[in-house]
């Protein structure tokens, strides 16, 4: 779902909910999404293995202890 | 009045608890009702305890700095026997069954506490002024707000309706209202002090600790709340000034103040660099998306939290605190994973920022305290909403858990007062502490 595509739900259900105010808080959590979606922290399924930055320490995306 | 001040006279007997207490309750019976500072006053059960520790201090059993010092906590945190509100009429009935984990070790401490303070409701924004039981209103100037959600703690302290208070930092809770009251706000480092018993926002942002007249104070509160094999006597005393080694974190930390703030905020480094400091300039690269990364997991540990509650019972929450609670279930959850992420990284770069630094030092407050119902403020660039300046400076080391303190620097020419921050790296709070008090003795002798 694009943000542009989930803006458009959530203000359709908000609105249904009756809650017609939602919308321009809506439109500034979308801001905030397609922030978070740009980030160069984010993987892609069809680029680059990721490589963590834990490398070889345990826990997540290291190794089991 | 200071706890450091009044402590050694309690334990000589010189100065009693009673009488602390009752200037404390009179303090409240005077301001509250301009201020509505405090939801609920405990005059009774304050006194009494008050009177158990002047007798216990009379038989030789004193306990330490904490013992018969009057105490606020913000109504978030459960006080065995009393009604937690969270500053809403969602929890009206709630009584709390037992002490949360800090209020049991304050009362071990030997504290007497007074009531319990105003706040955003459920902690859930920056002012104070969406609260089911009223908004509450800055000392300094009662148009404005005195910052939140902590409000009605640092009103408190700030005048004297207690001398010390228990407020939570979620984004910048206890140093925000800190700021704008003129006083000081330690915000621990995250997972030191039990949020056991206090009403979570989001439980991996969450901070409890002490709002206090001064770093001393905050610190005789801090050590008292930590588990006992973190405890420690001792109080620290002031890092020499000369070679302490200061970041600045330039960039989008600083590119957002308000004039008077900056000019402030860059005379007290200027003041520091004279006095010997090594201050230098630190880079968080990815601090530009700190507000998305903070957003998006505030809206979704609170949307689960509340869920229940908004369709039970809708109409108990205020309007504002409602609306912020129902868009957080729209969040998805592939956005609030890389949120996740997102706060391993700002953490990172917090650690690499604090590599050979004692202390990062930035403003703790964008702006003055605001006008009550201030939508947008002007600083450099433009308007800005509020709540976004509000917690633009403190809501870093909310994402990475670094101890951080707010502590006053100077005023604007309309006497509202401006905070200065000072964020250590993790395991070193008493550090930080040793550079908060430096920097403190340089504010008040520059005074």
Known sequence: MTVGEWLEWAKGDALKRGLPDMSGPLDGLAQATERLRSADWNDDADKATPVDAAGDQPGVGGEAQ | ?447
């Open chain 2, 1 to 447: 009045m200071t706890i450091a001040d009044v402590a050694p006279r309690l334990a000589t007997g010189e100065v009693k608890s009673e009488k602390l207490t009752e200037d404390c309750l009179s303090q409240i019976e005077a301001l509250n009702p301009k201020l509505n500072a405090f939801i609920t006053v405990t005059a009774d059960a304050a006194l009494a305890s008050a009177r158990k520790a002047d007798l216990e201090i009379a038989a030789g059993r004193y306990r330490g700095p904490l013992h018969g010092i009057p105490v606020s906590l913000k109504d978030l945190v459960d006080l065995k026997g009393v009604r937690t509100s969270a500053g809403s009429r969602v929890r009206a009935d709630h009584v709390a069954e037992r002490d949360a984990v800090v209020t049991a070790r304050l009362r071990e401490a030997g504290a007497v506490f007074v009531g319990k303070t105003n706040l955003h409701e459920f902690a859930f924004g920056t002012t104070t002024e969406d609260s089911g039981f009223g908004l509450a209103r800055n000392p300094v100037d009662a148009t404005r707000s005195p910052g939140g959600s902590s409000g009605g703690s640092a009103i408190a302290v700030a005048t004297g309706m207690s001398l010390g208070t228990v407020g939570t930092d979620t984004g910048g809770s206890i140093r925000i209202p800190a700021a704008a009251c003129g006083i000081v706000g330690l915000k621990p480092e995250w997972g030191q002090i039990s949020a056991s018993g206090v009403v979570p926002l989001s439980r991996q942002l969450d901070h409890v600790g002490p709002l206090a007249a001064c770093v001393t104070d905050a610190w005789l509160q801090y050590t008292a709340m930590l588990p006992p094999h973190l405890r420690t006597r001792t109080v620290p005393t002031a890092a020499p000034l000369k070679g302490l080694r200061l970041g600045v974190p330039t960039g989008y930390l600083f590119d957002r103040l308000d004039a008077e703030v900056e000019r402030v905020v860059a005379a007290t480094i200027e003041a520091l660099r004279a006095a010997g400091a090594i201050v230098s300039d630190v880079v968080i690269p990815h601090a530009n998306d700190m507000s998305a990364i903070y957003l998006h997991l505030v809206l979704g540990d609170a949307a689960e939290y509340h869920a229940r509650t908004l369709l039970t019972r809708p109409d108990d929450y205020t309007p504002n605190v409602r609306l912020r609670l129902e868009m957080a279930r729209y969040v998805l959850a592939e956005d609030y994973v890389r949120a996740l992420r997102g706060k391993a990284v700002i953490t990172d770069e917090v650690d690499r920022a604090l590599d050979g630094i004692d202390a990062l030092v930035l403003p703790a407050l964008a702006i003055p305290a605001p006008p009550i119902g201030a939508a947008t403020m002007p600083v450099k660039g433009g308007p800005e909403a509020v709540r976004a300046l509000m917690l633009r400076c403190t809501q870093p080391f909310n994402l990475s858990g670094h101890p951080a303190i707010s502590l006053p620097c100077g005023r604007t020419h309309e006497d509202l007062p401006i905070g200065l921050q000072l964020a250590g790296r993790k395991g070193q709070t008493e550090e930080l502490i040793q550079a908060a008090l430096a920097v403190e003795q340089l504010i008040e002798r520059d005074r």
